[in-house]
C-alpha cells in the first residue's frame, strides 16, 4: 500500500505583496493499493480516501507521494518549436520562445517542458512541444510551504491537466443541400444534380468544465487589513472556472456571477461539475440540469473528479511542473525517517563495538604489566646485582648462560650442541657435500658443494632445534673467513630463538 496526498494550491493572488502566507488548503489523503497479478487487466485499482478536507501545511498527514495541484489559471498551457538543446541552455532558451505568447515579461516565469506533439519528427530536430508556464516565485513559495511536509516523492501539475477528459463523440455531417426546382420541360436541358461526397466523420473532443467557489487560503491578519468578517454576499462571490478542451489543452478563469453568465455564450460544450455551492448558486444551469448521483464511496463528487485526472496526469512524468531548479533530487526522495532506527541501531552496534574493543585492550594490558612486574621481581629475586637495563627475559637467558658457563656446562651457542644437532639433521647428506665447517661467537658456519639439496637438508636441521639461513654477506677477510668455492652456498647455523 502507498498513500498519495493531493493538495490543491489556491489562485495567486495579485493584490497582496510577498511574502504569502498560506493559509489552509484543501487536501484528500488517498491509499492506494499495490498491483495484484491475479487481477485482470484494464480493471483500474479504486483508491481509498483516508481523510479530506483542509488543513495548514504543517497540520497535514505524512504520505509516500505529495501532488500540488496549482490553479488552472496561475498555469499558461501553450506550444512552441523546441530545439534539441542541453537542459542548461534550454532552459535560459525557453523565455525566448514564449514571450510572444505572455502579456509580461517572460524573465520571472517558470517555463516547464511538456511531451511532444509531433512524435514523427526527428528527434535531432526541433519538435513541437508543449510548454506550461507559472510564476516563478509563487511556485517557489509553495514548495517552500510544504519544506517540511513528510513525504518521499513529490509533483505538481496543472489544474486544468487534472480533468478527465470525457470520450469523443462523432460530428454529425451537415445535410446535403436541396436541389433547386426546375420548370416543366426543362430537365433534358438541365444536367444531374452531382451525387455528394461524404466527408470522413472527424471526432470531436467535448471539453470537462467544473466551477467551485473561488475562497483564497492565505492567511489574513484582520489587524493588517483592516477588514471585518463579514457574510459572502451575491456581488462579491467569485467563481473559479477550470476547463480541459483537449489531451494538452486547458484554462482556468476567475469570473463573477455576472461574468460567469455571459461567458457560457463563449464556453466549449461538454460536460459540467461543480461543486456543492456552484450547484446551488452559480448562474450556470447546466449545473442543475444534472442529476445527483449517489455513490457507495466516501469521496466526495468534486474530489472524485480531480483524483480520477490527476492520477491520469500523472501517469506521463513530463507533465510534471517541478523541472530544471525545482526537480526534485535524489537525496530528497530518500525517507531519511524511515531509516532512523536502522541507523541508530547501526551506530550503537558500532559504540558498542568500540567500548568492549577498548575495555579488552584496557585488561590485556593491565595484564601484560602485571606479566612484566612478575619477571622483574623473579630476576631480582634470583639475581639481586643485575641492573634491568633490558628486558628480564633477555636478562634472564644471559644470566643462566653465564652461570652454565662458569660451571662448565654448554649453553645451545657453544660449538658442541650446533655440531651435534647439524650432524643430526645431516645424517641424509652426501659425505662430500660438506666442504667447510667453521665456528665464530656462538655461530656455526657451513660450506656446502654446489647442488646439495638445502631445503631437505634445512628442514632437518629445523627438527633438532637449530635455524639454518643462507649467508648473504661475504666472509669477512680481516676475521680469518675464506671465501668459498665458486658455485658453493655458505650457511648460517645456530641455536633457535
Known sequence: MSTTLY??????????????????????????????????????????????????????????????????????????????????????????????????????????????????????????????????????????????????????????????????????????????????????????????????????????????????????????????????TEATRMWQLTARTGQYEGFGLLLGDAALAAWQALAPAGQWHGDATARAHAPVPALRAQPTVTRASRISETWRIWLTGAEECLQNPQLDLAQFEFAQGRMDRWNLRAWRLPVALAVGLLLVQIIGTNIQWLLLRNEAKRVEAAQADLLHTAFPNVPQIAEPPLLMRRQVEQLRTASGRSVPGDFLPLADGFARGAQQLPPDALLALEYRAGTLYVTLKPGTNTGALRNAVRQTGLQMEEDKNPPDAARGGSSPPQGATRWIVKAAS
Open 7 to 232: 493538495v490543491r494550491l489556491p489562485q495567486r493572488p495579485h493584490d497582496q505583496p510577498q511574502p504569502w502566507q498560506f493559509g489552509a488548503m484543501a487536501f484528500a489523503l488517498v491509499r492506494t493499493p499495490v498491483a495484484d497479478k491475479s487481477r485482470r487487466p484494464g480493471l483500474p485499482h479504486a483508491p481509498e480516501l483516508l481523510r479530506e478536507g483542509h488543513a495548514l501545511a504543517a497540520d497535514m498527514p505524512a504520505a509516500d507521494r505529495l501532488v500540488l495541484i496549482v490553479a488552472a489559471s496561475d498555469v499558461l498551457l501553450t506550444t512552441a518549436m523546441v530545439p534539441p538543446l542541453p537542459p542548461a541552455r534550454l532552459r535560459l532558451a525557453l523565455p525566448n520562445l514564449v514571450e510572444d505568447m505572455l502579456a509580461t515579461d517572460a524573465a520571472p516565469c517558470h517555463i516547464a517542458l511538456g511531451p511532444a506533439l509531433d512524435p514523427a519528427a526527428t528527434a535531432r530536430g526541433a519538435r513541437r512541444r508543449l510548454l506550461m508556464v507559472t510564476d516563478r516565485a509563487w511556485l517557489r513559495a509553495a514548495l517552500d510551504n510544504f519544506a517540511e511536509h513528510k513525504h518521499r516523492r513529490r509533483h505538481v501539475v496543472a489544474a486544468q491537466l487534472c480533468l478527465p477528459l470525457p470520450e469523443p463523440v462523432e460530428a454529425v455531417p451537415a445535410d446535403a443541400e436541396a436541389p433547386e426546382p426546375v420548370l416543366a420541360g426543362a430537365g433534358a436541358a438541365q444536367p444531374a444534380p452531382a451525387v455528394p461526397v461524404s466527408k470522413p466523420v472527424v471526432p470531436v473532443q467535448p471539453a470537462t468544465l467544473i466551477v467551485e467557489a473561488a475562497a483564497t487560503a492565505l492567511s489574513q491578519s484582520a489587524s493588517l487589513l483592516n477588514v471585518t468578517a463579514t457574510a459572502t
